[in-house]
């Protein structure tokens, strides 16, 4: 019997993204649900980059975090409702925060394999209408009342609904080990790492006038699509200083002597999709399409925050980057000082804070600030949980083409659970 042949890896090119704009909760998508929103995104891939014909595509991945039992199958409804092939198969994946990411990098291992030649890969998330359970007491009520075996068990099943079991169970920001909500988790972080408000105010007025620049020179004009009547991001505020965040009162870690966090420098509930387009070289080359940027490694990793984080340790829930990037640096034979652009997800401003001095704390060099996050990010942008990956993957590759020179950018993104989605994208 002949031996299997091995695969020998590609390289994968990001030919590029699309996304909506991010909208605040309650507002311009407060009724769009993840499917609307996704599949705009993804058209908008479609259309700029010709992706009709039957079999463009060779697999689409999506995902969201807030998901209703309607968004079953979520990425194939996406797809079955989009300009694409309805014959591309796909499927959903969901990793928290990480989740756009953590699906750029599925799609990325299936071409890297040749296992398909092109990709398509997002996310999307609601705050807007999140999804509400039914009282668990009225749960277990209706499935007695659904096994009895006679009208007279099963009206008496149902005659214990008492009005209190009519209230919704409503999705709360609360990590189920320990009950605290990522913003609590975040503002012990910035406590063990003697974050300050005045750095976390400073990182939040930079993300918005950096994002709102890079508006106004029209680098967002191939990324970002109009969607029900929005052209930019919502929560985007152009005028933002460290003086006005100053004035605004802290919302997190208020059982502590000068708390830090407020909704300034904390990432909004957020609505929106975004989408990126993969393939091999081969595939962009047949098609005329100049890859954006090359995607060359990356790495995951988890933390034991119910202890290192409530315990006051450095451990927090969002700093498995901290070990996740290290990690995927020594393996590539990288240090900081190899990387053009560095893109953290702005969950909180004391989460990136802290992830830049637990960085240096395990022997990386300082990241310079002229090179971090230089169009903005989540606290400018906004946070839809499962698009955000997505989002940077698409940004920070146009940010080296942009460039028009060998580059190389790193990301890094913070995920509930105590996880952490690292990348490295580079353009020869």
Not at 240 to 246: D, I, N, R, V
Not at 336 to 361: G, I, N, P, R, Y
Not at 393 to 406: C, H, I, K, Q, S
């Amino acid at each position: 019997m002949s031996p299997v042949q091995r695969p020998v890896a590609r390289r994968v090119a990001v030919i590029g993204g699309t996304r909506v704009p991010f909208a605040r909760s309650d507002g311009a998508y407060a009724t769009a649900s993840n499917q609307e929103m996704l599949t705009a995104a993804l058209d908008g891939l479609v259309a700029r980059y010709g992706l009709q014909e039957p079999g463009a595509v060779g697999e689409f991945v999506g995902g969201a975090v807030l998901k209703h039992s309607r968004d079953f199958n979520l990425a194939r409804e996406t797809v079955l409702g989009s300009a694409l092939d309805s014959r591309t198969p796909a499927y959903d994946l969901q990793q928290a925060c990480g989740t756009g990411l953590q699906a750029v990098i599925a799609a990325a291992n299936k071409i890297a394999l040749g296992q398909i030649e092109s990709a398509v890969a997002g996310g999307a998330d609601t705050a807007s209408d999140a999804p509400l359970g039914v009282n668990d007491r009225l749960r277990r009520i209706l499935l007695e009342a659904r096994r009895a075996k006679s009208a007279g068990a099963r009206i008496r099943a149902l005659a214990r609904i008492r009005p209190a079991h009519l209230v919704p169970d409503i999705p709360r920001n609360a990590e189920p080990r320990t009950g605290l909500s990522m913003g609590e988790h975040a503002a012990v972080t910035a406590r063990a790492w003697g974050v300050t408000r005045e750095a976390q105010d400073a990182l939040a007025a930079t993300s918005h006038q950096r994002l709102a620049a890079a508006y106004e020179r029209g680098f967002f004009q191939d990324l970002v699509v109009p969607f029900r009547g929005l052209a930019r991001d919502q929560n985007l505020r152009p005028g933002s200083t460290p003086a006005q965040l100053a004035k605004l009162r802290p919302v997190f870690g208020l059982d502590f002597p000068d708390p830090t966090m407020t909704a300034g420098n904390s990432t909004p509930l957020t609505d929106g999709a975004a989408t990126v387009l993969l393939a091999s070289e081969e595939w962009a080359r047949e098609r005329g399409l100049a890859p954006l940027a090359y995607l060359s490694a990356y790495e995951t990793a988890a933390v034991d925050f119910p202890h290192g984080d409530v315990g006051g340790g450095e451990d927090g829930l969002l700093m498995a980057p901290a070990y996740a990037v290290p990690r995927m640096l020594e393996r590539a034979g990288l240090t900081m000082a190899d990387f053009d652009l560095v893109e953290v997800h702005e969950a909180f401003a004391s989460q990136v804070l802290a992830t830049l001095a637990a960085w240096e704390k395990r022997g990386l060099a300082p990241v310079d600030r002229e090179r971090l996050n230089v169009a903005g990010s989540s606290l400018a942008t906004g946070h839809p949980f499962a698009a955000t990956g997505a989002r940077i993957v698409a940004t920070l590759a146009a940010l080296l083409a942009e460039r028009d020179a060998p580059g190389r950018g790193l990301i890094s993104v913070c995920a509930a659970g105590g996880q952490g989605v690292t990348a490295v994208l580079e353009r020869d």
